[in-house]
């Protein structure tokens, strides 16, 4: 069931989603060769908590951490480890916040040093995929105009978009209905309205769009070892149109 949301159950979703903007603007100082994903998902927790605010990811199904932090083939739900950043490397941050008792989700993937043509185009063009689909969630619209936007997007440019793993309905619960897949046909699915708030999220294969789980039952990777990015934004549907709650506009 699709839980609607009123204008002031938005705006504490938005308050959410302000930590994880401005987690997001501080932490990619942090991304540099040497420092560990631990390290990493140490100072995200802190910063929550600092915040006032509490990980929506920790304790998860069991989840250990405040963070998934995902490195390279690493598609999704990367568990922070000692494992050291290194130079070339593209690293994907995803973070949950709950304060009040609402919840924001959004997810970016940063560069650590100098990184590769290839992966700096991989990494503009799913962040232009997440753009691509949000401009679709108007209401009026249905969830495959959406999925459509970002598939279609993500295929000109010669990547793959996963199919194991959807965006989501977000608020309330960390999760919540509808399913947002990144592929599909337009006019198809739920139809979009006011008061929906989502989870849009590509995840973006520079190679074939297979992934498999590795053996902590956690961690996603693409089944060929090439990289993958992630995009992520919590997004509220207002007067027929989105907006973003998980972003800091200039001039804010």
Partial sequence: ???????????????????????????????????????????????????GAISAFRGYRGYPADSC??????????????RKLKEGDIVSIDVGVKLNGYYADAARTFPVGKISLEKARLIRVTREALYEGIRQARAGNRIGDISFAIQSYVERHNYSVVKDLFGHGVGEALHEDPVIPNFGWPKTGERLRDGMVLAIEPMVNQGRDKVKVLPDGWTVVTEDGKPSAHFEHSIAIIDGEPKILTEIIDGE
């Fill in 1 to 51: 069931m699709i839980r609607i949301k009123s204008r002031s159950q938005i705006k504490l979703i938005e308050k959410s989603g302000r930590i994880i903007a401005e987690l997001f603007e501080e932490v990619q100082d942090r991304i540099k060769p040497g420092t560990t994903t631990l390290q990493i998902d140490r100072w995200i927790g802190e910063f929550i908590k600092k915040r």
């Fill in 69 to 82: 932090i995902s490195v390279n083939e690493e598609v999704v739900h990367g568990i922070p480890s000692n």
